[in-house]
């Protein structure tokens, strides 16, 4: 199958710093069908240079599913997922026999309530009046800030709406450009991706990865438009610089139960983190990542041998000058990607949590698995010699559990979110 990849943008978390965790476009046919298409994190690697937006595919081998119940960037009932077996020919360039755009516009006056899990991206058209510079917010409770941008819509009748660009889209976003353009002619733009939120009553746009543009465009929708703009346009108009340098704090029911797509996708940029329960089915470990950790008993920091010998004894030396521990506790870490039906996520459980879920100590998978592991007096370095996944961990997979996660970022580094699994509810066998 033949596709035009319209839009493309990579989700890295809910502040968009570090890693790749998915790659997420809408597809469109010859005949105009379009589709949403996700890139799992197992294949992100694998795919990540290749697929460029503007090009033409050819694919096969991929699945189809029922589309995610949160954010969902065109109407298609299905989505469209890539995985291992997904074959995908270089790009081609064919821009007469594809469409270049699709979007399902909505009124200014007509924007849904705000919601945290909102079902649809919301796409617009209006006319710029006016835009901001790029500027920091703090995030709450870290040291993290966000760069955002401000620009002021409005349809043929004036009525006006707030639009909020964060994140790499602020800084996509060329104001100047804008500014110089609007001083000539009215500049109309149609943004797609982009969410509804509340701000002192008032409904306003906001748009982060996702959120595209399209300005002065020779299509119908903006060229209708501005045949119903008064000939005299005020020119576009630059915002002053807001003097809050930190984020609104809203608080979030932490008892009710979340899909794992509203935890994704949580909006660092407006929302305090906290605590979320979430119900989901274990199918599988995070590839590369270690299941087990070693961690100084004072302290709690992560400890490692002078050096990697087979004789080399198990006592440790912390670097913090101010812990006198010597000795370390080997527990799990474990990596475990979960899914319900909105979507898949991962989970790093650790110690007592991790245990509960096993049903085993961590000493006791490192001695199964590890049968000279008695001759080896270091058990850091008796798990690095351990090349396979314990089988004690594969029968994780299939297994149902409630938990109690926290979001937090990554060590104040505003990388990625993570999902720390405080407590676990309930587990459940049943497949």
């Known amino acids: 199958m033949f596709v035009h990849v ?22 469109i046919d010859e005949q105009g069908n379009d589709s949403y298409a996700i890139l799992p994190p197992l294949v ?3 795919f990540l240079d290749l697929f460029n937006e503007g090009c033409v595919y050819q694919i096969s081998g991929f699945t189809v599913s029922k589309r995610p119940d949160i954010l969902n960037p065109v109407a298609s009932p299905f989505v469209v997922l890539i995985g291992r077996s997904t074959s995908v020919r270089p790009p081609i360039f064919l821009p007469n026999r594809f469409p270049k755009w699709t979007y399902k516009l909505l009124s200014l006056q007509e924007l849904p309530s705000p919601s945290d899990v909102p079902e649809n991206l919301i796409d617009v058209i209006g006319v710029i009046r006016a835009i901001s510079p790029a500027f920091s917010y703090q995030v709450p409770g ?13 349809d043929w009748s004036g009525y006006t709406v707030k639009n909020t660009l964060c994140g790499e889209a602020a800084v996509r976003c060329d104001a100047d450009g804008i500014c110089v353009l609007g001083q000539e002619q009215a500049v109309v733009a149609i943004f797609v991706g982009t969410t509804v939120r509340s701000e002192g009553g008032e409904k306003e746009l906001s748009g982060k990865s996702a959120c595209k543009w399209y300005v002065n465009e ?61 119900n989901v089915t274990i199918i599988g470990m995070s590839p590369g990542a270690p299941w087990w950790d070693v961690r100084y008993a004072l302290c709690s920091r ?9 004789t080399q004894p198990d006592v440790y030396k912390c670097s913090n000058i101010a812990c006198s521990s010597t000795t370390a506790v080997f527990m799990f870490r474990l990596c475990l990607i979960g899914r319900d039906k909105s979507g898949e996520a991962e989970f790093t459980l650790y110690g007592k949590n991790a245990e509960q879920v096993v049903g085993l100590p961590a000493l006791c998978v490192l001695e199964s698995n590890h049968p000279s592991v008695s001759a080896i007096r270091n058990n850091h370095v008796a798990a690095t010699l351990i090349r396979h996944v314990p089988e004690e961990l594969g029968r994780l997979v299939s297994i149902r559990c409630k938990f109690v996660v926290r979001i937090s970022i990554d060590g104040f580094n505003g990388r990625w979110p993570s999902f720390h699994v405080k407590t676990v509810e309930a587990l459940s066998t049943v497949r």
Not at 246 to 256: E, F, M, Q
Request: glycine content about 2%.
């Open 6 to 27: 319209s839009r493309l943008w990579h989700f890295r978390g809910g502040l968009e710093f570090g890693p790749v965790k998915f790659i997420r476009m809408v597809l």
């Open 218 to 278: 020779d299509v119908p929708e903006i060229n209708d438009l501005r045949t119903r703009l008064h000939a005299s346009c005020a020119p576009v108009t630059r915002l002053p610089m807001p003097r809050a340098t930190y984020l609104r704090s809203y608080p979030l029911d932490h008892s009710t139960k979340s899909l794992l797509a509203c935890l994704v996708n949580f909006n660092f940029y407006e929302k305090k983190a906290t605590l979320f329960r979430c």
């Open 142 to 154: 870290s040291l993290v800030y966000v760069v955002k941008r401000c620009l002021l819509i409005s």
């Open 44 to 46: 992100v690697r694998a």
């Open 302 to 310: 992560r400890a490692v041998p002078a050096t990697f010998s087979s």
